[in-house]
């Protein structure tokens, strides 16, 4: 089971201040797991131009030009936050048994250490 996945809520804990123009400190969605390379892209995190190439569509409307968007951030730079304090937490996993039908499991979970809450 993974620390982040799609979906999670995470923190920047990294890099250059949102006064320097950076993105530490800024929190967002998680777009993409990239699990090979070990990155996550992150909604209004580390934004980048991209030149597109201008070409026209079956309507002919114009496409391309410069687009901004996400690129992939190394997973050690963001923390999830943990949905009690709104701060960000390490990860801890836990097993518990659940009853469901009559029928007894034992399922790994995901916790944030800094409250104990179920993630």
């Known amino acids: 089971m993974a620390n982040i996945k799609k979906g999670d809520l995470v ?16 929190q967002g969605k998680v777009l993409e797991v990239l699990v090979e ?12 131009t991209k030149h597109v190439r201008v070409g026209q569509t079956q309507r ?24 009690k304090t709104k701060k960000p ?9 659940v009853t469901k039908d009559g029928v007894t499991k034992t399922v790994r979970v995901r916790f944030a250490k800094a409250s104990g809450e179920n993630l």
Not at 15 to 22: F, I, V, W, Y
Not at 37 to 46: P, Q, Y
């Open 60 to 83: 002919g409307t114009k496409t391309g030009g410069i687009e901004t968007h996400e690129a992939p951030i190394h997973v050690s730079n963001v923390a999830i936050v943990d949905p």
């Open 11 to 26: 923190q920047v804990i990294s890099g250059a201040t949102q006064a320097r123009g950076g993105d530490r400190g800024k």
């Open 37 to 48: 390379r070990n990155r996550v892209v992150v909604e209004g995190v580390n934004f980048v």
């Open 89 to 97: 937490t390490r990860v801890g996993f836990r097993e518990e048994t």
